[in-house]
C-alpha cells in the first residue's frame, strides 16, 4: 500500500481571499493582492490532465500513482471535456490567472 502524504491544495493561491487570508495568518500586514490575466495555451487537451497530474507539489494518490506507474489505471484525461470548451485555432486557450501578494 502506498502511505504518500498530502499536499497544499492545488490551487490554494489562485484565490484572491486564500492568498490574502494565508499571508495575514502567517503574520504579514498590509498586503495588496492582484490577479494577473494569464492564459494557458495547450496543444491538446490531455495536457491539461497531464499537467496537472505531473506538475507542482504531490497530491495523495497522484502522488503515489507518480511513483507507482505500474499501479496506475489511468483510462484517459477526465478533464478533456471541459478543455474542449477552450479550443481556439487549433489550440485550448485556458484562463488561468495567477494571483500575486505583496506586503510592507
Not at 19 to 33: A, H, K
Not at 71 to 96: C, D, H, K, N, W
Amino acid at each position: 500500500m502506498c502511505r504518500c502524504r498530502e499536499g497544499p491544495p492545488f490551487f490554494r493561491f489562485s484565490d484572491e481571499r486564500a492568498t490574502r487570508t494565508t499571508l495575514e495568518q502567517t503574520g504579514f500586514g498590509d498586503i495588496q493582492v492582484h490577479e494577473l490575466p494569464l492564459v494557458w495555451r495547450l496543444k491538446s487537451a490531455g495536457d491539461a490532465f497531464d499537467a496537472l497530474s505531473r506538475g507542482g507539489v504531490p497530491h495523495g494518490r497522484k502522488s503515489c500513482v507518480r511513483r507507482h506507474p505500474k499501479r496506475s489505471t489511468r483510462s484517459g484525461p477526465p478533464s478533456a471535456l471541459a478543455v474542449e470548451a477552450y479550443a481556439q485555432g487549433g489550440e485550448f486557450v485556458i484562463p488561468m490567472p495567477a494571483v500575486t501578494g505583496v506586503w510592507d
